[in-house]
């Protein structure tokens, strides 16, 4: 595998003294789907930004591509697209014209790159003439996505692209960064959504600046350790409140409208002695059955384990 991206040792804190990042070191394979996995502060967009050469870091090195971001920055930047966070387009210009002016500043054409944004402008074809503005979320990360590929970069960064787009549009979004990493071009993304990760070719997890994990989705799930098991209750929060005194070798969180329990010890003893936990306790388990890790699992795992 060849590297597109190497990180080295990279740190970041912000002015008041807000750690950012921590020692960040990872690799980037050229022409996969890598994936920037943590919930919101865990320094997702400051390595994103570090690594469009929008910030600088405070230590660690970085090289993209055989440059280095710091000081080859006018190359990485020719060399890179980049949806960032927040809405970056001119909400006064039609979609076409957003288009245009993008392949004008980067000395491209709409024509000399249809193909590899045919996928995407064909969805936008019935909007051009609607301003960005007007557009609905979904909509408008597809032209943006557009726009921030309209000079072929060989990397492209999106940062968070589907927070706040509705399902239907999230999951439109993965098959465009799919076909487009069909055409070659390496995609490196970050999402706050731990179901998404299972779209990357390999995660890296983050939490408070932290690089915790970096593998492929499957080989997270198949790393979990333990047995877990999904349980409701009639009352989840005094359930909760209960647990905090169970004896048993073993870690719990709420899970939407359920409750995960991952048990550590042979699983014949643990599940009865946890059953009858909760009963003098006076608590009732409405159901409760063995299920397959989820990407999500397996994040909460570890950071809990590391607690
Ligand atoms: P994420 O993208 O994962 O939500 P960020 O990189 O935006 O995380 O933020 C990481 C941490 O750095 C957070 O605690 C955030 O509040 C802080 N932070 C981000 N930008 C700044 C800034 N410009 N000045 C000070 N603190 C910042």
Redesign the pocket.
């Known amino acids: 595998m060849t590297n597109a991206i190497s990180i080295e040792s990279v740190s ?1 804190t ?3 003294g ?4 921590q020692h960040v070191s990872f690799d980037v394979f050229e022409n996969e789907v890598f994936g ?1 996995v ?12 570090i690594l469009t050469s929008l ?1 600088l870091p405070e230590e660690g090195k970085i090289s993209m591509l055989g440059y280095d971001v710091v000081k080859d920055y006018k190359e990485i930047r020719r060399m890179i697209g980049y949806l960032p ?1 927040t809405f970056s387009l001119y909400p006064d210009l039609t979609v076409q014209e957003n288009l245009e002016f993008f392949a004008v500043m980067y000395e491209s054409s709409i024509r000399a790159n249809m193909r590899l944004i045919s996928p995407i402008w064909k969805q936008l074809m019935p909007f051009k003439d609607r301003k960005a503005g007007k557009l609905s979320g979904g909509m408008k990360q597809k032209l943006a996505l557009c726009c921030a590929l309209i000079h072929r970069p060989h990397i492209l960064f999106l ?2 692209p589907t927070t706040g787009v509705d399902p239907v549009s999230r999951k439109e979004f993965w098959d465009i960064l799919r076909s487009i990493k069909s055409q070659g071009i390496t995609v490196v993304v ?1 999402t ?1 959504y731990m179901d998404e990760a299972t779209r990357c070719d390999r995660i890296a997890m ?1 939490q ?2 932290v690089i915790f994990k970096i593998d492929t989705p499957a080989n997270i799930v198949q790393q979990f350790q333990g047995h877990l098991y999904s349980f409701k209750s009639e009352n989840i929060f005094s359930l909760l409140q209960v647990m905090e005194s169970c004896p048993l070798n073993c870690i719990y969180y709420p899970y939407g409208e359920s409750c995960h329990i991952v048990f550590y010890d042979d699983i014949s003893t643990a599940l009865p002695s946890f059953q009858d936990f909760m009963q003098q306790n006076g608590q009732t388990i409405l159901e409760i059955i063995p299920i397959e890790p989820s990407v999500e699992d397996c994040f909460i795992e570890i950071v809990k384990k590391a607690e």
Do not use: H, M, Q, W
């Open positions: 970041k912000y002015d008041g807000v750690r950012a990042l920037l943590g919930p919101d502060g865990a320094g997702k967009s400051t390595l994103f930004n910030i966070g940062d968070e970050s706050p983050i408070e600046g």
